[in-house]
């Protein structure tokens, strides 16, 4: 009990030090998270995969407290990918009901603005529902908002605002000849899921995997990277610190 006691203290005391010298004028304004590791963590913890997947939403309100805290204004998590979809039943069904809780949550919490990203027709019906109230009950609340990636996808965002923009100009008569001209990188920025949103300054990734998989492929082409060994449910304060640490450290050129 001692050693976890003295263990907490160690803990605490350099987490405090390391936000004691963090510059806030340098923290990143959108922050986007892919939550991994939630099944690994399960397993070396001698768990279920549904625990470690509970364990992961448990951890989401730390994280946005965190946020709050240090003056994140626009945070993504990535919750539901489109190839989890492909999961069987028997895995997918308890992670939806994971999901759904973890979202009434956010929306009951009274602080965050919740937004969904991604295809809802991909997902159940009472997936949909409890994405859409909670979009709707939060709409008013100047807080962090915080995006949802459930059912989402880097190439399905992209292909959507294409088609999206499609079903515009022809709805305005525009001809393809016409279009080709005039269409630009704006035009499909205006169709992603995150119209009129800032692009994420930082990506963070937990459980040492140091890829993308499609995470906001459009919007991350200038963002950084920080890549964290640790297992989502395990993350901490100082994880999170640690990388607006090392973000406040790079000098972001933009190709200059």
Not at 156 to 167: C, F
Not at 191 to 211: A, F, K, N
Not at 219 to 247: G, I, M, N, T
Request: aromatic share 8%; proline share 3%; glycine share 8%.
């Amino acid at each position: 009990m001692e050693s976890v006691s003295l263990r907490d203290l160690v803990y605490r005391l350099y987490a405090r030090r390391v936000e004691g010298r963090l510059d806030h004028d340098q923290v990143p304004k959108h922050i986007g998270v892919i939550l991994d590791g939630n099944r690994r963590w399960a397993k070396a913890s001698a768990r279920s995969p549904e625990q470690g997947h509970q364990a992961g939403a448990s951890k989401i309100q730390e994280l946005l407290g965190w946020c709050a805290e240090t003056d994140v204004e626009v945070v993504t998590l990535w919750l539901l990918s489109t190839d989890n979809l492909d999961r069987p039943e028997d895995q997918l069904t308890p992670l939806l009901g994971i999901i759904e809780d973890a979202v009434r949550d956010l929306a009951a919490d009274g602080r965050w603005r919740v937004h969904h990203v991604g295809t809802l027709d991909l997902l159940p019906g009472h997936t949909q529902a409890v994405l859409k109230e909670a979009e709707q009950a939060t709409h008013d609340i100047d807080g962090i908002l915080v995006n949802v990636a459930v059912g989402y996808g880097g190439r399905q965002e992209i292909a959507d605002a294409v088609r999206s923009l499609l079903h515009e100009h022809a709805a305005k008569g525009t001809s393809f000849e016409e279009l080709a001209e005039i269409v630009d990188v704006e035009h499909i920025s205006e169709h992603l899921y995150t119209r009129g949103q800032p692009d994420p300054d930082l990506v963070i990734r937990t459980s040492g995997e140091q890829r993308l998989s499609g995470f906001m492929l459009w919007q991350s082409a200038h963002s950084e990277y920080y890549f964290c060994e640790v297992f989502w449910p395990a993350f901490r304060k100082v994880d999170f610190l640690r990388a607006l640490r090392d973000y406040a450290a790079r000098h972001r050129r933009y190709g200059s």
